[in-house]
C-alpha cells in the first residue's frame, strides 16, 4: 500500500425502508452510497453530513458508526491507492433529494431486497451489514474486478432535474 485515503459514507433510509443510492456519472456507472472524500481538517462526521448535502442538498442527521472498510486491492487494474471507509447510519433532517454534484448523474430511493447493479464493493457490504442492524463492524473489503457488463449507458439528457416513477433523480446536463 503506497498511501491510504480517507472517505465516508452513509447508509440513509426513507420512511418505507427504501435506501438512498448515487449512480456514479463515469466508468462503469457504479451504484454506491452518498459521501466522498474527508478533506484534511474535518472529521469523518462532518465530512458524511457536507459530502450529504453537496450530492444530495439534503441535511441529515448523523446516527451511529455502520462500520469501518478498508478497500484494498486492484481488481480494476489501476494502482489505486487503500480507502479506509467510514460508513454511517444517517437520517434526513430536511430537504429533498435533488443531484447537486457532478461526480453523480443519479439518486434513487432503493428496496434493499433489489439493489441496482452494478454496485460498488463498500456498498454491497456495508448495506448488508447496516440492514442485518449491525454497528462498528470492521471489515476488509477487496475491490471487485472491473464489472464484466459494458460501460453503462448515459441517461437521456432533460432541462432539470425529474423525479421519475422509479423513484430516481436524474442529473441534467446541458
Do not use: K
Request: some cysteine; aromatic content about 2%.
Amino acid at each position: 500500500m503506497s498511501h491510504l485515503t480517507s472517505a465516508v459514507a452513509a447508509v440513509i433510509t426513507d420512511p418505507s425502508g427504501r435506501v438512498l443510492l448515487c449512480q456514479q456519472s463515469h466508468g462503469h456507472r457504479l451504484w454506491g452510497l452518498p459521501g466522498g472524500t474527508i478533506r484534511h481538517d474535518e472529521s469523518p462526521v462532518h465530512a458524511a453530513i457536507r459530502d450529504i448535502r453537496e450530492e444530495t442538498g439534503m441535511e441529515t442527521e448523523i446516527l451511529d458508526l455502520v462500520g469501518i472498510y478498508q478497500l484494498t486491492g486492484d481488481g480494476c487494474g489501476d494502482d489505486l491507492p487503500d480507502v479506509l471507509m467510514h460508513v454511517f447510519r444517517a437520517r434526513v433532517e430536511a430537504g429533498d433529494a435533488t443531484v447537486n454534484s457532478g461526480r453523480i448523474c443519479r439518486l434513487s430511493w432503493q428496496d434493499p431486497a433489489a439493489l441496482p447493479q452494478p454496485m460498488t464493493a463498500t456498498a454491497r457490504i456495508a448495506l448488508a451489514d447496516a440492514i442485518a442492524g449491525r454497528s462498528g463492524v470492521l471489515r476488509q473489503v477487496v475491490r471487485d474486478v472491473d464489472p464484466a457488463i459494458a460501460e453503462a449507458a448515459a441517461p437521456a439528457p432533460a432541462t432539470a432535474a425529474a423525479t421519475e416513477p422509479s423513484g430516481d433523480l436524474a442529473l441534467a446536463h446541458p
